[in-house]
């Protein structure tokens, strides 16, 4: 039995590589059907724009199994759409009405670049991560598993912590477009596991300059982010990000 | 020094400054209220407790002092906050819809605190700068409030004041990290609480006051 279909309209953002500005363009997404994602969705219609001999819509996309990070739009206001804890991939058509319009939105954020229609340069998390957010690990042989002792409440915690993909959702969804639940999951993380603590301090306090160096703006805990966030990572790893930096800096030289 | 300068020219530090001030005006409001609660109970008590309070001399100068200075911080960096924050987005989006996390006092924090150091400058040039009839403040509570029309701003103050306490009560205490799934539920409940205490509190004493309800 196949699945039902319905027919959209779609307000999508449209900017060249080379534009300055950009504008909304209406689509129609007919015959859709609801067991579609909603990247299959915008697959099938940018087969029908191919045909009209109309640019398709540039959007990132990768896994498609909501595991990778690369995919994300704003839907009707929402970062990955209104469904909790899922990415733009494994969003569904079937919670869309038939006759819906979509507004489709790219990620906005001084801090995230836009590349072309809903293509985000998100390099920005990427420094970040660069400036800190890494263990390092000097050459030697393997060590022996388990020798390092991990409580399981701690292994439990930094897990919930890097369950974070990178997607950037925090900051599409952040009415300040802050990157505090991004660095606060990659900090947490990191410093909830003794292999992480060696570099706790310099970690934090290099990781916050350059998330303040690269434009994001400030948390005003809004905990808009983590309702928005696909893999539902908690403010608590902001909190605990606070906490880490407070300790870093006043313990340090 | 030089640890404190790391610290507060970050974001984080930023929100750190916002977060000990507002405490700082937390604890001032919970005093504020409980002594000005006295105009429930009449004229006499609210007039002993002015007495005692002026009685304190000096300690009372060295708080006014400290609670400006923390005015300055709290509405310097709020103002550094609320323009950065605009400028991290230079493009805003076509439709937005609030997720679930916010509040109307989070949402509306920086506009109400405006407004609040608005209300802060009207209430001194009331209270504090003036001449009270026959020496006594009541009798300037009691004038003020004879007009409706200060018995409304009031009370529309204090409605303000309680949206920004509700969102600030909690988000002072996610800031200085202690965010914790057992705790958490009780600071946010306590901070509405806290601020329909504050709303309620001083909200109805022009009511009160003024027509002697």
């Known amino acids: 039995m196949s699945a039902p279909t319905i027919n959209l309209t779609l307000k999508v953002w449209r900017q060249g590589r080379t534009d300055k500005k950009g504008r909304f363009e209406t689509y129609p997404a007919n015959n859709i059907s609801t067991d579609m994602s909603f990247l299959e969705m915008l697959d099938v219609v940018n087969e029908e724009l191919t045909k009209k001999g109309i640019e398709p819509i540039a959007f990132d996309h990768d896994c498609r199994e909501g595991i990778c990070g690369m995919c994300g739009a704003v839907i009707n206001g929402r970062a990955h759409g209104k469904e909790r804890e899922t990415t733009l991939c494994q969003l569904h058509m079937r919670h869309f009405k038939d006759g819906e319009t979509i507004v489709i939105e790219p990620w906005r954020a001084r801090a995230f670049k836009l590349v072309k229609d809903l293509v985000v340069d998100r390099s920005a998390l990427d420094q970040i991560i660069q400036a800190g957010g890494y263990i390092s690990v000097n050459a030697g042989g393997p060590q022996d598993a388990n020798s390092i002792p991990v409580p399981r409440e701690k292994a439990d915690l930094a897990f919930n912590a890097a369950a974070c993909i990178g997607c950037g959702a925090c900051v599409a969804a952040c009415p300040n477009s802050s990157a505090m639940l991004f660095i606060g999951a990659k900090v947490s993380h990191l410093a909830l596991l003794p292999q992480g603590r060696p570099e706790a301090a310099r970690r934090v306090r290099a990781m916050v300059r350059k998330m303040d160096e690269l434009g994001f703006g400030n948390c005003s805990n809004e905990a808009e982010c983590e309702v928005e966030c696909p893999k539902g990572i908690s403010i608590r790893e902001i909190a605990r990000l606070n906490r880490e930096l407070m300790k870093a800096e006043l313990k340090s030289a | ?213």
């Open chain 2, 1 to 213: 020094m030089n640890t404190l300068a790391n610290i507060f020219t970050t974001s984080i530090g930023k929100k750190l400054m916002m977060a000990v001030t507002g405490l700082g005006f937390c604890i001032f409001l919970l005093i504020h209220l409980l002594g000005n609660l006295t105009l429930y109970v009449g004229r006499q008590t609210f007039e002993s407790y002015v007495e005692h309070l002026h009685a304190l001399g000096p300690l009372i100068t060295v708080a006014e002092l400290g609670l400006l200075f923390f005015l300055i911080i709290h509405v310097s960096t709020g103002a550094v906050l609320f323009v950065q924050n605009l400028r991290a987005r230079p493009v805003r989006y076509a439709v937005n819809k609030w997720a679930g996390g916010r509040t109307i006092g989070s949402a509306t924090a920086p506009y109400t605190g405006f407004l609040i150091l608005v209300f802060i400058i009207f209430h001194l040039l009331n209270f504090h700068f003036v001449e009270h009839p026959g020496g006594l403040v009541f009798n300037t509570v009691s004038a003020t409030f004879s007009s409706a029309l200060y018995v409304c701003l009031y009370m529309a103050a204090m409605v303000v004041v309680a949206i920004h306490v509700r969102h600030g009560f909690w988000s002072l205490f996610q800031t200085l990290g202690a965010n914790h799934p057992k705790y958490m539920p009780i600071i946010q409940g306590a901070g509405i609480v806290f601020a329909l205490l504050v709303g309620f509190g001083f909200g109805l004493i022009p009511l009160y006051i003024g027509w002697g309800i």
